[in-house]
């Protein structure tokens, strides 16, 4: 069965912070991998990865997959109370399960003025 | 706003009751998926239809059934509604697999359903 588990489950931080969001993966034929931010109610979509090593980037945050690992990070740099939310990782599969998304337990990120 | 509408927004029922959601994609979205939230199991996907045919299926319940109409647009059928029922259900969607952002998929803003 597909597998999504992210860390940390929570982090409080300070405005100006820098943080790292964890996200590892068990799939079989792996099509992609996706970040999502879901602040009141539905999740926005932020970066979707398909290649190994290459970053992408939007303003302050920035995301980078390892397929040999099995995991993707999420950066946020210099952040803002504006970026407290639940982060969700998420992961597309072929095969038979191709289009259905499978989510880690996300992060739930607090910026502290 | 992602172009994905959902209604209703909220929803306040009994146990043993039948429910509908609907949920109109994003404009040129083949593909309609249905997720479900709740506290203790996060996002869960329940079932995908591209096109107007079932696509992809997860853990839905044999309580729930889903169809997507020939407008693109998409139900979601809960029927004898339990109270482990209760969550928010959201729907995506995402473009052809042949048109640019094909895998991304965008939500709408949900329904939030209150089993009582």
């Known amino acids: 069965e597909d597998k999504v588990v992210q860390s940390p489950l929570s982090l409080v931080v300070h405005e100006g912070d820098t943080v790292t969001l964890n996200c590892s993966y068990e799939?079989?034929?792996?099509?992609?991998l996706l970040w999502y931010k879901q602040e009141k109610k539905a999740p926005t979509f932020l970066f979707m990865l398909t290649s190994s090593g290459i970053e992408k980037k939007s303003g302050r945050l920035s995301s980078i997959l390892d397929k040999k690992e099995l995991f993707s990070i999420l950066n946020i740099t210099a952040t803002q109370t504006g970026d407290s939310a639940i982060y969700l990782c998420a992961v597309n599969a072929g095969g038979t399960s191709y289009g259905k998304l499978t989510f880690g337990q996300g992060t739930i990120l607090t910026v502290h003025p | 706003d992602s172009g994905v509408t959902q209604t209703p927004k909220h929803l306040i029922t009994a146990t043993g009751q039948r429910v509908t959601l609907r949920c109109s994609p994003r404009?040129?979205?083949?593909?309609v998926y249905w997720y479900q939230q709740s506290l203790d199991q996060g996002l869960q996907f329940l079932i995908q239809y591209y096109n107007g045919e079932e696509r992809a299926k997860g853990n839905i319940l044999e309580r729930f059934s889903a169809q997507q109409f020939p407008d693109l647009h998409s139900e979601l059928n809960l029927s004898s509604l339990e109270l482990g029922d209760s969550a928010l259900y959201f729907c995506?969607?995402?473009?052809?697999?042949?048109?640019?952002?094909?895998?991304?998929?965008?939500f709408g803003p949900g329904t939030r359903l209150t089993v009582l």
């Open positions: 995506a969607s995402s473009p052809s697999a042949r048109l640019a952002g094909r895998g991304r998929q965008f």
């Open positions: 404009s040129g979205d083949l593909s």
């Open positions: 799939v079989t034929n792996f099509r992609s």
